[in-house]
């Protein structure tokens, strides 16, 4: 009977064991040896051993420049984005009449955001007769040519990135929810003000909600691709203003057909990825408050 009900659970899972093994790990294991060749897709891989790692870290300087680039926007768009989400959020928090609607629209560009549609509006609004360019001029103000001028379109594209806000909003939304309104009128009597009610109650029991949102944050800005391919002229221009890590690797893969090398660049891109999300997971035990864990230490009610 155990073998038979064995039998049963593996044929349950059989889709996603075929989904994990076929799409993700072999994959990945393939890219893992193709990042220790030369592999141009026209001719079988060459095993070079540690060649790109070696040229990526001591030659290229597109490498060090996408990678800058990339770190830069990561730590502008994601603390933007969740503060935006948040403010939203607690405005949205305090009762308003049709909240359902709000949040779907609201929601909206989280679904739209990444696509290639929402792309080019974007650049048509902030191009140099675009609507944005238009308001700052009923304001008396001049605008910027901000999506052709180097200086300027990585804040185009990070504004993007926090228009995109929706799916971090409805998740503090919903940790907001949580938190006990008792606290609040506890805290009132004892004369807390709203900021001092803000840092003291909001903050401490909205912590894992603001983790679980940088750590998603954090991964899916690494991965940039789709807004600086189109805000952009599709190879990272004007003058390698745009190249992000992921189109760096897209370029070499598929423009230059150096396989091997764009699989080595995202494996160092997986690590960084990692990295990241590591520190983070190491440091929560610090800042995160868990409403009721009476384990001890920081989570400590």
């Given at each position: 009977m155990r073998r038979q009900n064995n039998r049963v659970a593996y044929l349950f899972m059989a889709p996603w064991l075929i989904g994990f093994f076929g799409l993700t790990l072999g994959p990945m294991l393939a890219s893992l040896y193709l990042a220790t060749t030369r592999y141009t897709l026209l001719t079988p891989p060459v095993w070079t051993g540690l060649d790109n790692f070696r040229e990526m870290f001591r030659e290229d300087e597109l490498f060090a420049h996408s990678l800058g680039l990339t770190f830069t926007y990561v730590f502008l768009s994601v603390p933007l984005r969740l503060a935006f989400a948040l403010a939203v959020a607690m405005a949205l928090n305090r009762g308003l009449?049709?909240?359902?609607?709000?949040?779907?629209?609201?929601?909206?560009?989280?679904?739209?955001?990444?696509?290639?549609?929402?792309?080019?509006?974007?650049?048509?609004?902030?191009?140099?007769?675009?609507?944005?360019?238009?308001?700052?001029?009923?304001?008396?103000?001049?605008?910027?040519?901000?999506?052709?001028?180097?200086?300027?379109?990585?804040?185009?594209?990070?504004?993007?990135?926090?228009?995109?806000?929706?799916?971090?909003?409805?998740?503090?939304?919903?940790?907001l929810k949580q938190i006990p309104q008792e606290l609040y009128e506890a805290a009132e009597v004892d004369g807390a003000g709203p900021v001092r009610r803000f840092f003291r109650i909001t903050l401490p029991l909205l912590s894992p909600v603001i983790f679980f949102n940088l750590v998603m944050g954090i991964i899916n800005s690494f991965q940039v691709f789709t807004p600086a391919y189109v805000l952009g002229d599709t190879r990272g221009g004007p003058i390698?203003?745009?190249?992000?890590?992921?189109?760096?690797?897209?370029?070499?893969?598929?423009?230059?057909?150096?396989?091997?090398?764009?699989?080595?660049?995202?494996?160092?891109?997986?690590?960084?990825?990692?990295?990241?999300?590591?520190?983070?997971?190491?440091?929560?035990?610090y800042w995160v408050f868990y409403y009721g864990d009476e384990s001890g230490g920081r989570g400590r009610a």
């Open positions: 009449r049709g909240l359902g609607f709000y949040r779907t629209v609201y929601y909206i560009p989280s679904l739209l955001g990444g696509s290639v549609a929402i792309a080019v509006v974007w650049r048509k609004v902030f191009d140099g007769e675009g609507l944005f360019n238009q308001f700052l001029a009923l304001l008396g103000i001049e605008g910027k040519a901000w999506v052709s001028h180097p200086d300027y379109i990585l804040y185009a594209i990070v504004a993007l990135a926090v228009w995109q806000f929706g799916s971090a909003m409805i998740i503090f939304l919903a940790g390698n203003s745009t190249l992000f890590y992921t189109l760096y690797l897209y370029l070499k893969g598929f423009s230059f057909f150096d396989m091997g090398y764009a699989s080595a660049m995202a494996w160092i891109m997986l690590l960084i990825i990692a990295a990241f999300t590591a520190a983070v997971f190491a440091t929560q035990k």
